[in-house]
């Protein structure tokens, strides 16, 4: 698992991609007001230090580790949906995200790893919802 035992708080590292799905998501939030499909977009709580007990009972759930960042599950043009892995460089997708990525592609879904930028993000999303191809 991503998950990392510990009681300490996560480190400085996380909080650039942390601060970029926050914006991404307040986004959102006021988006949905005229996109209710922007409204559908959820994060997988899947990074982060977790302290063992917590671990462990995500882990009893179902949760895995490599599954992207974000899920937008609307289709649009050829897709089933669209994931999102967020990255700050010079971060890359681990083995076990690069995994999932290409799983999820082979079973129809648009995903894309947006690095620094949550507007790119934002971006990618209205994009998508056009029907607009890779991004």
């Known amino acids: 698992m991503r998950f990392k035992a510990t009681s300490q708080t996560p480190s400085k590292r996380g909080q650039p991609e942390h601060r ?13 007001a005229t996109d209710p499909r922007i409204g559908l977009m959820f994060a997988i709580p899947n990074g982060g230090a977790r302290n063992a007990i917590v671990a462990s ?3 009893a759930e179902g949760v895995k580790p490599g ?3 974000v899920f937008l ?3 649009a043009g050829e897709y089933h949906g669209l994931w999102i892995e967020l990255k700050v460089k010079p971060n ?3 083995p076990e995200q690069q995994d999932w ?3 999820l592609i082979l ?6 790893v947006v690095y620094d930028d949550w ?3 934002r971006r990618l999303v209205e994009a998508y919802l056009r029907g607009e191809g890779p991004f």
């Open 20 to 32: 970029m799905q926050v914006a991404l998501f307040k986004w959102a939030k006021l988006a949905a």
């Open 101 to 103: 990525i290409r799983k």
């Open 92 to 94: 890359k997708p681990s």
């Open 107 to 112: 079973a129809g879904y648009r995903v894309e």
């Open 73 to 75: 599950p609307v289709p």
């Open 67 to 69: 599954v992207p960042d």
């Open 119 to 121: 507007d790119r993000a």
């Open 57 to 59: 009972k995500l882990k």
